[in-house]
Structures are given as C-alpha cells and as structure tokens.
C-alpha cells in the first residue's frame, strides 16, 4: 500500500493546522519550506514511477474501492501539474521570508504561511483526485485561502478585490456544483473514470441527454469563471495587483493553471471527446473567447502604468493560447496547451517575483519606479528582460516552445486566422516588455533616489531559479514535451 | 398529504425569496435569509433528509445569521436605492433559468425509485453499511467512512475560514476589553436574561454532548454538536459580555482546539496507515474491523466537533470585539 | 413531466435564479452575500430533491423498514452546507474590513472613491 500518491495533499494538510501552533515568524517559515520541499519531492518520485508510459496511480482512501469510496488517480497530467505546482511553492517559500515579512502584519505571519499551505492542499487536491465531488471540496478549499490571502494586501483595493473574486470564485464553484449534481442525477456516481463510462452508455437524443448537455455548460462555465477566460476575467487583474507580491507569484503559476486541468479533465475524462467536440463543437465555442482574449488582454495592458496590472492583463492573455490550443481538437494542439501551462508557470512566476523584488526595494511598481532599475537593480532586471523574451515567445526560452508547437498545430489544420493572432500576440507583448525594459535601462537617472538598491539573495536566488528553467527549458525541451505528449494520448484515448 | 406540505413549503420559500429582494432594510433581510434557511430545514425533513434539515437549521439559521447581525452592526443598514432597472442582470438570470428548466426536464420525477441514482453506488450505503461500517445511520457511515476524506476536508475548509476570519479582522480590540474589565455588559442589568441564560447554558451543552455521540443512531454527529456547543458560549458573551467570555476561553486555547481538531482528524488516518491500513482505513485500528470502524467514527467526529466549535465561537469574537464605527 | 414529478426543480431552479438575481444585480455588498446564500442554498434543495424516495423513510437503519431515501445526496450537501457558510463568514469579514477603509458598502461609492484617488 505506497502511501506515495496521497503524500502531496497529506503533508500541507497536516502543516497547515501546525503553523498556528508554532511560535514566531521565522518557525513558521522553516516549517512551511520544509513541508513543500518535501511535496516537490514526493511528486518528483511520482513522476520517476509514471515515466516512459507507467500506468495511473490509484489510491483508494479508506480502503474503499470506487465507486463506494474516494479514489485518487495519478496519470501523466496529473503528474506534470503536480510537478508544476509543489516546485512553485518549493520556489516561492524561500522567496517569501523578506517579502513576507515586509507586506504583512508581524501578528498575521503565521496565519499568512497556514493559508499558503492550505491554497497549495486544495490545488494538489483538485489534481490528485479521482471524484467529482472531492474535487468541488478542495476546488473551494484552495479559492477560500486565495480570498483571505489577496484581502491581506497593503491597498484597501485589495479587500475590494478579493471579494470582487469571493463573489464570481463562488459564483462559478456553484455552477459546478450544479453540473456535478446534474451528472450524478444521470448517472448514480461521483468517480470520474465511473461517470465516463455511464455516460458514454448515454446514446444521442436519449432521454437524459438534455440534462448531460446542461450539465456540461454549466461545468464549462463555472471553470471559465476560475480560469478568467475572456470575458470571465473581470476578477483576475484586481486580484493580481493588489494582493501581496508572494501571493501573486503564487496564484498566478498556479490556480489558473489549475483550473485548465479541471478544465481538461471534464472535457476529455468525464464527457469524452466525441461527445464535447463533435455534439457540441466545444471547439469551436471556445474558439472565439481565446482568441478575444488574447488580442483585448494584450492590447490592455500596453496601456496600463501599474506594470504587475499589465502583467495581469498578460497572463489573461496567456491563458487564451492555453485554451486556444483546447479548441483545435488535435493531439498536438493539446500537447501545445499543455507545455505552455508548464511554461506560462515558468515565466509569470519569474515575472512575478520581478515584481516582489523591485517592491520589496521601491516599494510600489508604477512604471516610474522601473526609472534607472537597469544600473541598480541588474541582476532584477535581467531576469525581467530574460521573463519578458520568454513570454513573447523568443527562440532559446521556454515560451518558444510551446508558442511553436501552437503555431504547428495551427498550420497542420491550416487555420491562418489563427496563426496570425498568435503572432499578434507576440507582438503585441514585445511592446508592453519594451515600455519597461526603456525606462528601467535607457531613462536616465536625473534625480537621486533612496533605497534602491538591489534585491538580497534570498530574492534574488528563486528568481534566478525560475528564469534558468525557463532557459534550460527553452533549449531542451525533452522532459515536459514528453509527459504532455503522454497526457495528451491519455486524454484523447480516454481515461 | 406529503405532498401538499412540500408543495406549501416551496411556494413560502419562493415568497421568501421575492421578499428578500426586494426589502431594502438589511435588518429585514437578514432576518428574511434566516427565515429561508428554517423554512428550508422543514423542507429537508419532509424529504427525509433529518441530517441535513439539522445542520441547515443549526449552520444556515444560526451561524449564518449571528455572523451577518455581527457585521451589520459594524457597517450600515440600509440599501440604496438601485440608480436604474438592472435589465442586464435580468436577461442573464432568465437565460440561465431557462437552460436549467430545459436541463431538468429529463430528470426523474420527484420521489421515482427507478431513477439511475437509486440503482447504482447508494444500494450498497443501504443494504451493507451496517455490515461493514457498523453505524445504524447511513449518513454517518458515508459520511465518517466511505467518504471520509471529504469531510476532512471539509473540516480544513471551517479551519479556512476560521483563519481567514481572525487573519481580516484579528482581535485588536482585545486589550482594551480586558483592560476595560469594570465596564459591564449591556445585558448584565437584564435579571430574567441572566436568569434564564443561566439555566440554559448547560442544558444546550449537555444537549450538545448527546448530539456529538448519538450522530451514529440519529441525526446528529460532529457538525451539530461544535454547532450547538458554541451557541452556548455565544449565549453566554451575549448575557455577560465579551470580557468575561475571553477570560473563559481565551483566543489561545480556541486556536489550540482548532488545529488540534483537524490534528485529530489526520492523526487517525495517520494512525490508520501506521498499523498497516490505507489512510482512513478504520479498520487497521482494531482487531476486529468494526470495532475498529467504531473507533475511527468516533475519534474524527471528536475532531469535527473541537475545530467547528473553536472556529464558530472564534469567529463571532472577532466580529464582537471590532470597534463599532464612529457615526 | 408531470407537475408533482416537477413541481420541486422548478422552484428551486427559481429560488436559484432569485438568489443570483440579488447577487449580479445590488449594488449593497451585505445583500450580495445574502443572494449567494440564497443561491447556494436553493441549489442543496435541488440535490436533496433528487434523493427523495416516495415511501421511504429517513436513511437511518429501523427495525420494519424497507425503503430508504438515499443517504449520498445528504453526505454531499452537508459539506455543501458547510462549504457555504465559511464562504459568507469569509465575506463578511471582507465587507466589514471594506466599510472601515472605505466608510461605504455600496459598490458604486466605492468605485467612486477609488477612482478619486
């Protein structure tokens, strides 16, 4: 009985409540480090088991064999967005300690790391498990965390944010609430491998057809709603602006991801492909808001003067070519989506933590703050310039690769409309890049200004970590490309 | 007979409902939401679902509408006026509305015994849990052993938003109250108040007792009880003041009873895979399984218990003891 | 699709969209709140509605009984219950940290005042 898959979701489960009960900020920290580097290793021993074609993980809680119990089923995409989110968190803690301590009040510190714990438990959680329900407990367990951890920022707007995000978060959990109970009314069960096989016993134009189709809009939209697909996004810029540095590298690399996962798995796992793609041409619905998406986001945030907004326009528009890459229905199109996910997290979280260093040093993040940032914040800002050349998708980063596969995929259906968004957004992130990449190098310094000096270590470390794996993963590209190939096939083929 | 109950429950539910909307006093709103949540315990007990009529009417009546008094005080009590008609909204209820009733016409009627639901996963719940699990009540079976572990997350998700709670709002106000310990309670001069509160306080504690361990033969379990064992001491810092309820139970111990529920909790399952079980496989507890069974079921609901009631009565002192705003 | 077999989605597909109504449509963020419990709750009403069995009796094991109503839609919305009443503390907490910054819970003022800034 290998404990292993339950041990990502167990062991901040566990920290969680501890954090409450250990004294002092500095405790609380070691505690919470140490709890996701353990995370990141179970998944990384995860991985080693379901590479080169291994079978799904199975575990089933309390012994009780599925449908009657809860069973976690751990395959190849759970497995990279499992990977993706604990080495995140593995990266982000060392981060936060300067951050952290300087943003949020002495007295809430450790209730700030027992609330990061329990946001990482819910997202393993959404990933690992194999039931429809269990998924909906941890899907609000992660977003109840994420509201608490954005209304801790230092602006009053963060508390207006956060319940802007409380508001369509819940909003969209109860749509999915709806959609489970309409399958469950159809089918009897909760477990997902279950439900695909009663529903797939479902002919066309059956009785109980109507209410599958129901169901699955209702699931597509309450997703949308967590994924801030276009135009589902009003909460994601406030949200990501306001909220604490930490906690914007957190969420921005993780939850959206996330949220494609759930989004993937009730398409391809639940519903299956014939039935979402060919019935109800998914595609070609989902089709137009990523598109949108991707060329509005862009050009909002080449007008924006609060550069983490911008960067919250960015990843709207990021997670258009995520979807973009669901919508044309092909194995590679869908192995594309999947890499970028693992790339966007790459870049957004190096971009991110950019921003925490630079307001850990300046203390806001306008764009007159970036002013001279070239002379005395280089190693920042060249991990800026680095983030930036990846999100625009330039040969020898990351975001090259999953950009070119898209752009393949595009080409093979011969959908040039297509190909020329996703290079309009790649243009059209050149521009927001530059404005920064200007001021921070080619403005020149006329007045003296205190403090800034570069960012310490403990920043600076992480930073350069995720910007290196973006360049290393630009150039060999094996390892990722190879775990999304084997998602895709699963997911195409059926659970 | 049934049914003409159910069908005079739902339309006072959909009168509820307009009211709600349409009243601009909070005060009546809230107390119009409240009204919604008994009226809709009452329809979960005529559709056989006691368990859930218990805590809807414990959580969604009581919890709920303490919480939003709490915050109405603290804010203001009246709506504006809407600036204009919302025609938007409008259009998107009604469309929604509208794929739902087109979604629902295939379900099964109400109360068929052939619907797929009925067929599939439940009949083992029914005809074998007492084999198997031991407990007479098929809710608490489910519930505390096949689907255990989403009620361990179920308790994180109180944990949440205990932290959350104390995280947004904290206790600053705590040492002035301590130190302000001669200032008595607003209803400390009530004599038939205190009197009566007196009297009740134990008796809602001891009824909390008996509904903590008789959850397996009725309705009842861990939610209720942590439930009802805060209305207690919610009963008490109303009668007595916030002052002296702090000094019953101070901040610390109730952070301690949180964490240690859901400590609880997952030690058991811990424990479980100790003695060569899957996690929350009760039966590794025990040489016999159900009595092993048994003894998990008790232990998690006793972790329920501890952090519901912990995070409710922590959660109302923060809301109470927050500076009323200057007017 | 009779009106008795029916007659209890509807409603509560109504009492749903009467709670979404009050959520999308008020500006008051405490009467935001309330349409979403308004809306959450008539959503547990639905779930509940499709577990009732006609001739059965609470799923609680006695001695005679034969027919049971089905206990998963209970288990499932118990945590529901739960679920929806941390998400309105959350919020609450929210409003009332709002109101001290902001002195308002109307949406419009609030986006008045921040735009002043």
């Known amino acids: ?243 604490p540095s930490v906690v914007t590298v957190f969420l921005a690399a993780t939850a959206t991801k996330v949220a494609v996962y759930m989004l993937l798995r009730v398409c391809f796992s639940v519903l299956g492909n014939r039935f979402v793609f060919e019935q109800l041409t998914l595609g070609k619905i989902l089709l137009l808001p990523s598109l949108a998406g991707i060329v509005i986001a862009s050009l909002v945030a080449i007008f924006q003067y609060d550069i983490k907004r911008m960067l919250a326009y960015s990843s709207v528009a990021q997670i258009g070519y995520m979807t973009l890459g669901i919508s044309l229905n092909s194995e590679a199109a869908l192995t594309a989506s999947i890499v970028h996910l693992f790339n966007h997290a790459l870049m957004k979280g190096a971009l991110f933590m950019v921003m925490g260093a630079v307001m850990y040093r300046a203390g806001s993040v306008y764009l007159n703050d970036f002013r001279g940032l070239g002379q005395r914040m280089p190693w920042t800002m060249a991990a800026f310039v680095l983030g930036g050349l990846s999100l625009i998708g330039v040969p020898g980063t990351a975001g090259f690769v999953s950009k070119w596969l898209l752009v393949q995929a595009a080409l093979q259906h011969r959908w040039w409309p297509v190909v020329l968004v996703i290079l309009l957004g790649s243009l059209l992130a050149v521009i927001y890049i530059w404005r920064v990449v200007e001021t921070a190098y080619f403005n020149p310094l006329h007045e003296i200004e205190h403090g800034t000096a570069e960012a310490p270590p403990s920043l600076l470390v992480p930073l350069w970590l995720l910007v290196g794996a973006n360049l290393y993963f630009g150039f060999d590209a094996a390892w990722p490309l190879q775990l999304a190939q084997q998602a895709a096939t699963v997911l195409r083929g059926g659970l | 007979m049934e049914l003409l109950i159910d069908i005079v429950l739902l339309t006072f539910l959909a009168i509820t409902a307009l009211a709600i909307s349409h009243v601009r006093k909070l005060f009546c709103a809230i107390m119009l939401a409240s009204i919604f949540s008994l009226l809709c315990a009452c329809l979960f007990v005529t559709m056989d679902a006691v368990d859930v009529a218990f805590t809807e009417a414990a959580v969604g009546t009581g919890i709920a509408g303490i919480l939003m008094l709490g915050a109405l005080r603290l804010t203001e009590t009246r709506e504006k006026r809407p600036p204009h008609q919302p025609w938007l909204a409008l259009l998107v209820v009604c469309t929604t509305g509208a794929v739902l009733i087109y979604g629902t016409a295939d379900l099964p009627a109400y109360g068929d015994p052939a619907a797929p639901i ?89 009824f909390a007792l008996y509904v903590q361990f008789h959850g397996d033969y009725g309705p009842g379990g861990g939610f209720q009880a942590g439930v009802i064992f ?98 | 699709m009779t009106l008795a077999g029916h007659y209890n989605y509807w409603v509560a597909i109504f009492l749903m969209m009467t709670g979404f109504y009050v959520v999308i449509s008020r500006g008051n963020l405490i009467k935001k709140l309330i349409g979403l419990n308004l809306f959450t709750t008539s959503v547990f009403i639905l779930y509940i509605s499709l577990g009732k069995v006609t001739g059965g009796t609470a799923p609680i094991a006695a001695p005679g009984v034969t027919l049971y109503s089905n206990p998963l839609p209970h288990v499932l919305i118990l945590t529901a219950i739960v679920v929806g009443v941390a998400t309105t503390a959350v919020g609450l907490a929210l409003v009332v940290r709002i109101h001290e910054s902001y002195g308002t819970i109307e949406e419009d003022e609030i986006r008045l005042r921040d735009e002043s800034l």
């Open chain 2, 118 to 206: 009925h067929q599939h996963v439940a009949p083992r719940y029914i005809s074998q849990s007492q084999q198997e699990v031991g407990p007479p009540n098929f809710v608490t079976s489910v519930l505390a052993s096949y689907r255990g572990f989403d009620t361990l997350g179920e308790t994180l998700v109180i944990f949440t938003a205990g932290v959350s709670v104390v995280a947004l709002l904290g206790f600053r106000s705590l040492r002035q109250f301590l130190r302000n310990r001669r200032r008595p309670s607003v209803m400390a001069d009530h004599l038939v108040l205190r009197i009566v509160a007196k009297m009740f306080i134990p008796l809602i504690l001891l």
């Open chain 2, 230 to 327: 805060a209305s207690a001491l919610i009963l008490y810092t109303l009668t007595y003041g916030l002052a002296k309820a702090l000094q019953v139970l101070p901040p610390r111990i109730l952070y301690l009873l949180a964490a240690g529920g859901v400590l609880l909790y997952g030690g058991t399952g811990w424990l479980c895979v100790l003695r060569g079980g899957h996690f929350l496989d009760y039966r590794a507890l025990a040489s016999d399984p159900l009595v092993g069974q048994h003894l998990g079921i008790l232990l998690i609901e006793a972790g329920v218990g501890m952090t519901v009631f912990a995070v409710m009565v922590l959660m109302f002192f923060a809301f109470s003891s927050r500076k009323e705003p200057q007017s």
């Open chain 1, 1 to 243: 009985m290998n404990l292993l898959p339950l041990l990502p979701v167990l062991l901040p489960l566990l920290c969680a409540p501890l954090c409450l009960l250990v004294r002092g900020a500095t405790t609380v920290w070691a505690l919470t480090c140490a709890c996701t580097l353990a995370c990141f290793a179970s998944s990384l021993l995860l991985a080693q088991s379901l590479w080169h074609g291994g079978a799904a993980l199975p575990y089933a809680l309390g012994n009780w064999p599925a449908p009657w119990g809860i069973v976690y089923h751990i395959d190849a995409l759970a497995v990279l967005l499992l990977l993706i989110v604990t080495g995140i968190a593995a990266v982000t803690l060392p981060y936060a300690r300067r951050s952290v301590a300087q943003e949020i009040q002495p007295r809430d510190i450790p209730l700030f790391y027992a609330l990061l714990l329990i946001c990482l438990t819910g997202l393993l959680g959404i990933v690992s498990t194999g039931d429809a329900f269990n998924l909906y407990v941890f899907l609000e367990l992660s977003s109840l965390s994420s509201y608490a951890l954005i209304g801790l920022g230092q602006r009053r707007r963060a508390l207006t944010a956060a319940f802007q995000y409380l508001v369509m978060g819940t909003i969209g959990a109860t749509f999915i609430l709806i959609g489970i109970g309409l399958l469950y009314s159809q089918t009897g069960t909760l477990n997902i491998a279950d439900l695909a096989g009663r529903i797939a016993a479902i002919p066309e134009a059956a009785y109980g057809h109507r209410t599958l189709i129901t169901a699955f809009a209702f699931l597509t939209v309450g997703i949308s709603l967590k994924l801030a697909l276009f135009p589902l996004h009003l909460w994601l810029p406030n949200a990501y602006s306001y909220a």
